[in-house]
């Protein structure tokens, strides 16, 4: 019989007693920030009233004494000089108590305090400052001195008290502020201690509670489930505890039958794969040897097929060279296209063997240096960019892991076709340039040929593959496959960039050597150290430093080309030739 356990679930006791804890610290959070608050108000109280209050009770209190000894000093000497403190005490009395009524408006007392003060010191000014002054100007020092008389002292002491006074109800206020300080702290500190209370006691029935009622029925449920891991797949799983674990018992029982009732049928099944992969296998074998069948088919059937197109070629050149103007116009034009058919068939297989080659025969990556690479394209193109009157340039060509006669080949299709794909009215112009972007080299092949439309940009790499007719623009075709294949061979990508505004713009990638992976981002770093100028001011990225660490490199008719891409002195570039 299953247990049934009757009271709340779980997520109701859980919930009631969270919500009660919930209830009682957001009441004591709602109280200590109150009190908090009260708190902070008392102490800026103390800080920023009462205590500036006394300061500037201290200097009223210093500016009317600065007074006084100022016109007895005058009473005596004469001298208008003497007279220089009791207007700067003057004007210091006002300031103070300009800044002391901006503080006041919690304490009313106080104010009516500093209005005594000012009174008395009006009078005393009235009644003596100013006879004495006034007297001493025009009757001399001996009628200024008998004014200040017992009743002047008087006077004056009225003034000395009424400060007093101000000072006291100013110490009493700061005095009621301390007191409410540590009223409203010792409250705090007690609500802080309710809560604490309330957080340890909570922590505990939770604690009593999670024993009870989800580790004991837990630990039970875990002890069955081993069981039946071990491959008791019969044993029954009961539980006990709330609802939810009682239902997630018979949810585990419920899996266990199935587990037991699917077992059979997946060893079955698994025998069924494990069949199915021995037969995958042996057709991936299979296949493996077709390719390579296919391959050794293509290589044979290409050098098969030279010998007849050879001879095909051959006897129709002969026919044209001893029966041309012979025959009728008809007939001359026949052989003609025998022998371009001839001549177009021996190309398109010679391009056909070499694209086959290509990943067939290897010879391992090697470090190859890519300016050298551009000097032996230079050199095979050398005649074409002379009839075109051709410019070449590269610019910060990197060391890469590559075949070298690949690589050779790969730049040497993107250099011809950017001469051959030139505008009538403008000399071709081709640049190879190269960027290192995250871990690979962006190189890019820029020319002012026609260009390429965005729809054709994908069609241009497959093999055979033409966008003009081969009496506007010659060739097999194949050009743009095998630098595809290529660069896939070497592990990167080519596309045609679409957005440039003149010309085309072919970019492959390269991985990079991880050496220079790490220089650039050690150049990042040390860049980011040394807080660089922004790139306005003329301060190189990171990138562009890699990318310009070798300088330009240009081929054309002034100087002869060399292999390794050095100059005549010696160095690596600072070549700069011009076809004409």
Known sequence: MKPVVGGWSLRRRVITLLTVVGVLLIGLATAEAAMAARNRTQIDAILNETGPLRVQSQELLNAVLDQETAVRGYAVSGDPADLGPY?????QEKDTVTAMRVL???YPQIGQELRIVEERAEQWRVSVAEPVITTTEQDGTRAG???VTEQARQRFDEVRSAVNDLQQEILAAREQSATDVRNSSNLLVLLLIIAALVVVVAGAVLLLSLDRMVIRPLTGLATQVREVAEGDYQHRIATVGPPEFIRLGDDVDAMRQKIASDLAEVREARERIEWVNSQ???QAEELTRSNRDLEQFAYVASHDLQEPLRKVASFCQLLQRRYAGQLDERADQYIAFAVDGAQRMQRLINDLLAFSRIGRLTTGFVDVDLNKVMGDVAGQTEAARQYADAELTWTGLPVIRGEEPLLTNLLANL???SIKFRRPDAPPKVHISARLVDAEWEITCQDNGIGIEPEFADKIFVIFQR??????YPGTGI???????IVEYHGGRVWVDTDVPEGTAIRFTLPARPEDVEAAAATTTADTAEQPQPADAGEPTPADEVSSALPEHSAGADQPDRADGASESGRTGDMRETVG
Request: proline share 0%.
């Open 87 to 91: 207007e700067a005490g003057l004007d």
């Open 104 to 106: 006041l408006n919690d």
């Open 145 to 147: 001195q008998a004014l």
């Open 280 to 282: 995958l296998q042996k």
């Open 415 to 417: 250099v011809s076709n």
């Open 467 to 472: 966008l003009h007719s081969k009496d506007a």
């Open 479 to 485: 050009g743009l496959a095998i630098v595809k294949k």
